[in-house]
């Protein structure tokens, strides 16, 4: 998944046919749902679990479908999370990968199209993902910020945000679509760009506040910004038996 987002079949002329939905879902059933989680890079699930841990199922139907291109991730994936309301995409983009984001993109966004005309009650479509940051990452002294190929996915969000607000203008509907995009943190320059695309501004959040380990983040989205309470955590709560003594130790006297 290297290529700039909609390059591969945009010069073909006439209406591009549009694809297969990225689901095998009863037209009743798409029908019934009210919110539509497109989850981009969806790795081993961790934006499913923390939508449910936030309780946006109780909210309202809500699908939830899983881009991701790794077999041993896709085999995660399907035996963890799939079920009658999130769905595997099982589409292949135009180099013949499956479960790529880019499929999304190919023929003018035909799939993206597809998907929100086979959702026709939607009141809310939500885009989340994080795309590579192995060039992006301070952690890479050779790094080459957006100049890496596999950076050039986080352009898809941008993409898929205009496109699917348009497409849903153009069908008459006031679905909303909003956007959470997660990174690490990187360079000013990057981040600024990362706002120029996306139109907010970056927010930094440390996994510190409720987790036992530092993991800062760059987040943007379109949905605001959330206040984080931050929670005490011992680490005995969180490792296997016979680690804790080793624990100790790295903590000194």
Known sequence: ???????????????????????????????????????????????????RAAGVDDASPVHHILFETSRQCRDLLAEKLVDGRTFL????????????????T????????????????????????????????KANPHRKNLDDDRSVLIWVFAVLVARGRAHIAALGRKTSVHFLVENVVMAPDVENTG??????????????????????????????KAAIASVSTDPADTLAPGWRPLWERSQGP
Request: with cysteine.
């Open 1 to 51: 998944q290297t290529r700039p987002p909609g390059s591969a079949n945009a010069e073909l002329g006439g209406p591009p046919e549009l694809p297969e939905p990225a689901f095998k879902c009863a037209p009743s059933s798409a029908s019934s749902a009210r919110w539509l989680v497109l989850d981009l890079l969806a790795g081993m699930g961790g934006a499913h679990y923390a939508l």
């Open 195 to 224: 706002m120029g695309l996306l139109g907010v501004i970056a927010h930094k959040v440390d996994a510190a506040l409720v987790s036992t380990m530092h993991r800062p983040r760059t987040f943007w989205t379109s949905l605001g």
């Open 106 to 137: 190919d023929n003018d966004c035909a799939l993206l199209r597809t998907l929100l005309e086979t959702y026709c009650n939607l009141t809310d479509v939500l885009i989340i993902g994080g795309s590579p940051c192995q060039g992006l990452s």
């Open 89 to 104: 995409s099982d589409v292949a983009d135009s180099q013949g990968l499956v479960g790529s984001v880019l499929a999304l």
